[in-house]
């Protein structure tokens, strides 16, 4: 039996262009002899849809593509993901479905049995689960189709939901000869060792292959990484797709290859994450411009180093906008990295105008530390936007998580910008990638990366003034919004003093408002801002 | 028997606040002779509480304060609303339930049977549906207990939902002698009515009275307006509570009063969920003091109404910013507004550094009109911001859902503000309110309700440059989003060309980036922007 799994990247909304792709797919699979072809869930409709599952028209949309496509799968075996309406008693009004298709003829459904609504799924809003585990004869072979949820709770519970159905051990009754799983599995850091033990531990309980398609690309904050698999009956790793690009995952299930293990996944896997996570937002939108402000500090300078892996060093323009807090060394510094990076940068003095509006309002009022600290990032962020209006250019923020976490970030300043992306990298990580980009050689300038942190909004100012040593802060930050430790465990694990911990923790709160406008961030941690942790502003809870 | 439905505000997390409010409750119950008292869903910890509800502690910290509690429920059969750990085989970790207490002892819980999971609900992140339909006996009275949603299945399906279950029907067959009814029931425009057939429905169909106890108050951007009320077993509406503020509904059931109808409930009670939207904002959060910048126009106009009913006068500082465009009665208009409503009102020109900012960028590029035009908006953004950061008082943000609908808004501009008091209210609405605030005398000098709408950002500007008439684009935009209806329905129900529609949708969807960066804004209607409307930015639908 050849399988080819079909790791595309869909466009959320864009019908016509996921079913080229499918097509497409189809057609490399008959002229490449394969037996049964798998694409990503929701292939046709790109996932997440969203609330565009509300629009009727949409449905219909899709379900008149699927009948167009038919065709395409003469000879083949075809797993297809789409929603479809659900034909049974319903609560929901929709399924999150695999069409199957043989030979041309669509012979039946599978409707995702387990649906994860949490963190940033809420797959309940839309969908009504499916009754039971179907099995596909195709060949003289047993094929029993999952749609991605349905295979994790095989190894207990995810994201705060213990299933009461496991469905891979409903197929275990059934003697199955392939597993095929479907999914729109999102990356974050060290998730593929995680989804491997599923697909590991499915494959030893059926005692049969199993075959993962993945979707890659980017949608708004979200981030597929691909890495589609084919595990072995005995539950070894035996193939894996690439890694955030497009890839068939070609499986020949009567060759025995050896198992392989899973490559280095952490700070490279991070960097293509965000440089894809960039990309996408921009091509998906038909958008090629970007700007940012270049401070010299580092974390614009990562930014710059993934918007140029991402859309070409002529595609980008930095400005450094220095005030009188900026020290001559930050300037010389983001010169050096745009020669090295082959970006153009302009410098332009925020001083005089700050001078103005100090100028300006100081008979109002005698600004204190805070107003005038503010300012400086608010005319920034006035220029740099007058620049994108100008050029159709989207402005690039440069925040981090760290930064967001505590509200050490000015809002409609530095929090201006139409995609965050750093906005889920904490300050530790944003060393560690830059580290990771001069591994083979000086890109980033070694002086940005030796300089202490600092805003440079009043003479003198380093972060730790306001905030913790980001050793400190981060293994907090982590704990608390990725692991939901509670302050009191949170000081015990690291020693700390509970109400140090508890004040941190007051200030992640504090912040909820800003954070309510901030641009969308590229999601790479189990938990990111904004999408997937629902916080509200107003609540007396910590 | 003697009812008492206890309409409180509780603030979402104020563990202490909520259960001091249920427990002086009681005490009035006791006091006044009452038998039965109940009060509105998930009361103990503020309803929607989000994600609060992942954190153990914090269903630690309900579960030890319901034990404190049933003291004082002494010589009382009372329900109050809180999440539990769900007892049964599992998916989800709570439930959303009721606690039942006689004469002092906890004698079991209500489940929530039916879980909204659509617009700005997500029980199903949080909660497992509970199973059965359980009836307590009080004082030989057999008293079913529903919770909010459960009574809603009976009169068809809500909410993109069409539940497998009917609770109302279950309890049909147990002959009970009065239903009681929790609710978190959010407002929006002419809700009531709904509200009220959903519960004559149900008093018919079980032939016994209900009473419904309504949570009231404003929780970021939700606000609840109350009404409790009480339906005879004819389904005749008896009693109502008081709405937009705290009141207990005191129902004997041995008197036979006449049936009331609802009140007049559009524009007046559309006022009243404003005023409280910005009220529950600061006074749930400590904060007193309000700025909002006062340009003459209609829409900052009536901010200024809502906030100075809101938190009085003297918390209110209003700030003209003029520009070379704006004019000279504009600013008469708002210093006569600001007399009437005896607010601050300081004229600031922004011109000089408009004219700064020109110079300054000009060497750079020569400013396009969109340029110059953002210029202005992001000029007093920063100005009212620096004010904010002086003073701790927040930005109230004037915009409308008509412009925010349109993208019709600057980023970082006018777009800043900690709370958007009209971002669900539509232009039109905006009048309707507006008018209604005169309708006993000039509150709004009668010049800012003629004069053409314009956001005097260049000369001789009108909104009608860019947009369509409010009173065609109104409803087109209300067609669209409150009711789901495709461009094709639009453009035959009001005789408009396709294109037409097609462009106002197509720029709905292009603003979203924008609306994603919004503050919040106190929702009023079926589908308000951001929570509530989940589109993504990246999309190839419409």
Redesign the interface.
Known sequence: MKIQASQVNP?????E?NARKVVQALERARKGGIDVVLFPELVLC?Y?????L?????IDALEKKLREIAPATKGLFAAIGLPRRNPR?????LCNSAAIFIDGQLVGFKDKTLLP??DVF?E???FEPGEQESVFEYLGWKIGVTICEDAWQHVGDVG?????RDPIQDFAEKEIDLLLNLSASPYYFKRQDARLSVFEACAKTLRCPVVVCNQVGG??QVVFDGHSLFVNEKGELIQLAKGFVEDDLIVDSSTHACPCGLPENGTRDLYSALVLGVR??FQ??GLSQAILGLSGGVDSTLVACIAKDALGADKIKAYSLPSRFSSPNSYTDAEQLARNLGISL?K?SID??FQ??LD??TP??Q??D??EQ??QP??R???L???S??SGAILLNTGNKSELAMGYMT??GDM?G?LGVLLDVTKTQVYALARFLNRQGEVIPEAILQRVPSAELKENQTDQDTLPPYDVLDPILEDYIEE?L?PQEIAIKHGHLLPFVKDVIHKIHLAE?KR?????GIRVTQKCFSKG??????????
Not at 48 to 52: F, M, N, S
Not at 160 to 164: A, G, L, S, V
Not at 516 to 520: G, L, W
Not at 533 to 542: E, F, L, M, T
């Open positions: 466009t959320v909304g864009d019908i262009g790109g997440p849809p969203e609330d565009l509300l629009d009727h028209s949409f008693k319903k609560e929901k009004g609504t949490y809420d309940r809003r839309f705060y939901t213990d299933y009461r949608n708004d996408d937002y998906k939108q302009e332009i005089e105008t103005h509006m300006w309002i109002l009022f600004p204190t805070l107003t503010n300012l608010r005319i962020g006035t220029l936007m007058s620049i209006n100008q809002l409609y201006c139409g939901g509670s408002y309510r406008q901030a641009a969308i942790r629902n916080v509200p502003i107003v609540q007396r809870w910590r």
